[in-house]
């Protein structure tokens, strides 16, 4: 069963970076297809970036390409997002997840950690 904790998260200004990370407790992470997503408040939660279980393929929302970088660390049961050049749009909790379904990205199953808070100011 997939047990996620995501940290890393915090206030910092636009143009600053942030590294996220989400460690795996309970189940064969290396074997799993993860991804990153985030929630701003009033809106949906949506899809960030996802990397496929053999760490081939990665994929990024149009809003990310560029500036957010995916990895993961198998031997550490921990997936990364790299956040670069944030802005104040960037603003949300972010929730990493895994076990999902990863085609042209990743897709993810119902089920949701505490996630971290993430605040650009302006």
């Known amino acids: 069963q997939v047990q996620l904790a995501e940290s890393g998260g915090s206030m910092v200004q636009t143009g600053g970076s942030l590294r996220l990370s989400c460690v795996d407790s309970?189940?064969?992470?290396?074997?799993?297809?993860m991804g990153w997503f985030r929630q701003a408040p009033g809106k949906e939660r949506e899809f960030v970036a996802g990397v496929n279980w053999s760490d081939i393929w990665t994929s990024y929302a149009d809003s990310v390409k560029g500036r957010f970088t995916i990895s993961r660390d198998n031997a550490g049961m921990t997936l990364y997002l790299q956040m670069n050049s944030l802005k104040p749009e960037d603003t949300a909790v972010y929730y990493c997840?895994?076990?999902?379904?990863?085609?042209?990205?990743?897709?993810?199953?119902?089920?949701w950690g505490q996630g971290t808070q993430v605040t650009v100011s302006s």
């Open positions: 309970g189940s064969a992470f290396s074997d799993l297809s």
């Open positions: 997840n895994g076990g999902g379904t990863y085609t042209d990205r990743y897709y993810p199953i119902d089920l």
